[in-house]
């Protein structure tokens, strides 16, 4: 069955610290992949995404994520965390036969502390 | 075309009643993501529903439901309110990889 897993609900990292969340995803063919954030009050924002090609991904805002096919994962890392990035992180797949679809994982809640 | 809508706009209820909401997605979108988003806070996933079976849940009770019907609309359910379920609650369709939101149905609990 298709699904993406995002096992940390919670994250709490200091500012400045580097910052790793996790998505594992499960699909039978080579999928697109996504990472969004949505802070308060705001729509979701698209960081990143991989269709084909180099498997590090560079973002907005400083992001990047790695694709790791053997591992089905594509976890999105930050190397310091800014004040601003406490929000709510959404990895997604997009399905790549018959209609595009989204399979979003639960999300992520990034807390930063001064 | 019409976006992705959601009724009601205002939805006042008393703390132990049900709340229905419901959304209306994009024609021809197969998918309905429901979200909360409460005060203060940021958009925290609550259901998705493809193809009239629900794929995935978030970390909510049980007593939030829902169900998709053979058009695609959608319906929440919260049963048994409670005064933290007041919350903005956005309803979203996807095309494509872009996801379209509803203007969202502001739940109170009195």
């Known amino acids: 069955a298709q699904s993406v897993t995002q096992p940390d609900i919670h994250i709490t990292v200091s500012e400045g610290a580097s910052l790793e969340l996790r998505c594992n995803y499960s699909?039978?063919?080579?999928?697109?992949l996504f990472w969004y954030v949505q802070s308060p009050g705001q729509g979701l924002q698209l960081l990143l995404k991989?269709?084909?090609?180099?498997?590090l991904v560079q973002g907005i805002k400083g992001f990047e994520a790695e694709f790791k096919r053997s591992q089905s994962s594509f976890n999105l890392r930050k190397p310091s965390v800014h004040w601003s990035d406490a929000a709510e992180y959404f990895c997604?797949?997009?399905?790549?036969?018959?209609?595009?679809?989204?399979?979003f994982g639960t999300g992520t809640r990034l807390k930063v502390l001064a | 075309e019409a976006g992705v809508t959601q009724s009601p706009t205002h939805l006042i209820k008393t703390r132990g009643q049900q709340a229905t909401l419901r959304c209306s997605p994009i024609?021809?979108?197969?998918?309905v993501y429901w979200y909360q988003q409460a005060l203060g806070l940021g958009l925290q996933f609550l259901l998705w529903?493809?193809?009239?079976?629900?794929?995935n849940r978030g970390n909510f009770p049980p007593r939030f439901s829902g169900r998709q019907f053979p058009n695609y609309s959608s319906e929440l359910n919260v049963n048994a309110l409670e005064l933290e379920d007041s919350a903005l609650y956005l309803c979203?369709?996807?095309?494509?990889?872009?996801?379209?939101f509803g203007q969202g149905t502001r739940l109170t609990v009195v």
């Open positions: 991989y269709f084909s090609g180099d498997t």
């Open positions: 024609s021809g979108h197969t998918s």
């Open positions: 699909y039978g063919a080579t999928p697109y």
């Open positions: 529903y493809d193809e009239g079976e629900e794929r």
């Open positions: 997604a797949v997009g399905t790549t036969s018959g209609t595009y679809k989204y399979i």
């Open positions: 979203a369709s996807s095309l494509g990889f872009r996801v379209f």
